[in-house]
């Protein structure tokens, strides 16, 4: 057994496809499924079920995956050790935004980052937290800036970087916009403009209004902030918003209007993978992060 086979055999259990699992090795498919084959007969067991549809992992292949997991982190935490030695200061980092935060919070950031290593190259991948911590957990993502911590305290290391209050965002014609604050009993029967339920923002804003007594009236939901303005500039419903996101809006015909209570935040953080080893290049990117936000929170009891 090599590490190839243990990485072929892990991409497999991701697609769950051999063709699909060649095409991203690179490789042929009759000698991808002989790779796996000649797997199974070294260890003496059935990784795979073979369905007339699907391809499924048996007992075995589920606890060989497990193991095979930490085989593959362990090897990629060797070579890319071995890597920073060799080559200080060039790389990259893969970084998960919320596309309904964007640049808003983050430019300064990589901005400031980017001044300094400008050999490290950074790719953005917007997509909603709940993909991101996905994402940072299965290694795909070195770092993921994420909404509303905490997180799972076992499987990341996460440090804060602020809480930004939502607001009401009305049509200037709304009645409601009359209003210099409002409660979340106020707009049980309006229309609203939410984010996609792959955001954490989605679950905490349905949460706010079920402490009310009422299920909000979702007419549309988006991971687009231009999108949900212009929805509302149209007078179809209302949004939720960071106050720093309204901050960036202009329009005069859109209202933002603070809660009173309950007050629902935008707490966003960052978080990477706890236990594994982190390349210069993202090491210097968390370190300046925590000179803007708080000490790195480790140690959190509670989970999301």
């Known amino acids: 057994m090599d590490i190839r086979q243990i990485q072929y055999f892990a991409e497999v259990a991701r697609q769950l496809n051999f063709t699909r699992a060649a095409s991203i090795l690179h490789i042929s498919q009759p000698s991808l499924s002989k790779t796996m084959k000649n797997l199974e007969d070294e260890l003496g067991v059935t990784l795979f079920y ?118 009401l965002i009305v049509h200037k014609d709304n009645p409601l916009a009359r209003n210099k604050t409002i409660e979340f009993s106020d707009i049980e029967n309006e229309p609203f403009i939410l984010y996609r339920n792959d955001f954490s923002l989605h679950d905490k804003i349905i949460q706010a209004c079920d402490k009310q007594g009422f299920y909000p009236n979702v007419v549309c939901e988006s991971s687009q902030k231009d999108f949900m303005v212009e929805m509302v500039e149209a007078k179809l419903g209302i949004a939720l918003l960071p106050s720093k996101i309204y901050e960036r809006i202009n329009n005069e015909q859109i209202i933002a209007i603070p809660f009173n209570k309950p007050v629902v935040n935008l707490e966003l953080g960052m978080i990477w993978k706890k236990n594994k080893y982190q390349p210069f290049a993202v090491r210097q990117f968390i370190e300046m992060s925590g000179t803007e936000g708080q000490a790195p929170l480790s140690q959190q009891d509670t989970a999301d």
């Open 50 to 167: 073979r369905g007339i549809k699907r391809l499924e992992l048996t007992d075995a292949g589920q606890a060989f995956l497990v193991n095979a997991k930490n085989v593959l982190d362990a090897f990629e935490n060797l070579t890319t050790e071995l890597n920073d030695v060799i080559d200080l200061k060039r790389g990259e980092i893969k970084i998960g935004i919320p596309p309904i935060i964007g640049a808003v919070f983050f430019s300064k950031l990589i901005s400031r980052y980017k001044e300094a290593y400008p050999s490290i190259n950074i790719l953005l991948t917007e997509v909603g937290t709940n993909k991101i911590k996905t994402g940072v957990s299965e290694g795909e993502l070195d770092i993921g800036l994420i909404c509303n911590l905490p997180v799972q305290k076992e499987n990341f290391e996460t440090i804060q970087l602020l809480k930004d209050p939502l607001m």
